[in-house]
């Protein structure tokens, strides 16, 4: 069932389109992964998703009860980011502040999925530790389990690999092809084409302003090799 669908999208700033006409659907259970050029549109494309920018034209609509405050996003880091002082169960239950509504704290059910995530991600052991002094990728995972407490449907995941040493890369993909195979679809710009390849279900290619490509792996595989 369709989770999402961008219908004839165009995207850009201050009146200069950046792509047009992105059409393609996104349905449970998918593992799509966005690649392109950089400045082809893909940052904007899940800013847009987020809904944090609106379209020049087009739209995105949401299905199977997805809502749109229901999307998990795991941004690139930026240095201050890296250097935030708090607790790594701190940063992880920041995840449920939309959960909260109007409630000024987290109830019962709300700790026990922070500790949920926690456990799938294996930082249960970090939980106290700072997260300002945790590696690169035990604060990739980190955020990752906190995407994953605002929602255990569908994640957008930004180059979630970026600045990783080969090993902490390989196994940060390989968790999130875990939380996929347990149901979660997966959203993710990428520039690693071999991770790509090894996970995704689908790929969206985007570049010289359009969609140079849409479709299963599969189909892109074999058109590229």
Not at 72 to 77: I, S, T
Not at 181 to 195: P, Y
Request: net charge neutral.
């Amino acid at each position: 069932m369709a989770q999402l669908t961008c219908q004839n999208l165009t995207l850009g700033y201050e009146g200069k389109m950046i792509v047009s006409d992105l059409t393609f659907t996104v349905n449970a259970g998918d593992y799509l992964c966005i690649i392109g050029e950089n400045g082809s549109g893909k940052s904007t494309l899940m800013r847009t998703i987020l809904n944090l920018k609106a379209p020049m034209s087009g739209k995105i609509v949401t299905g199977d009860g997805l809502l749109p405050n229901e999307i998990g996003y795991l941004p690139q880091q930026t240095v201050v980011q890296k250097d935030f002082p708090a607790s790594v169960r701190e940063v992880v239950r920041s995840g449920c502040l939309n959960r909260c509504g109007l409630r000024p704290y987290f109830n019962k059910k709300q700790k026990q999925l922070v500790e949920e995530s926690m456990e799938k991600l294996g930082i249960t052991n970090l939980a106290k530790r700072c997260y300002r002094e945790l590696s690169g990728g035990q604060q990739q995972r980190s955020l990752l389990a906190r995407a994953l407490c605002a929602t255990g449907k569908i994640l957008l995941l930004d180059e979630p690999a970026a600045g990783l040493d080969p090993m902490a890369s390989a196994e940060m993909y390989a968790l999130i092809a875990g939380l996929n195979a347990d149901g979660t679809t997966i959203i993710m710009i990428s520039h690693d084409l071999e991770a790509s390849r090894q996970y995704a279900s689908h790929v969206l290619q985007i570049g010289n302003g359009g969609v140079l490509f849409f479709g299963t792996m599969a189909d892109w595989r074999e058109r590229n090799d």
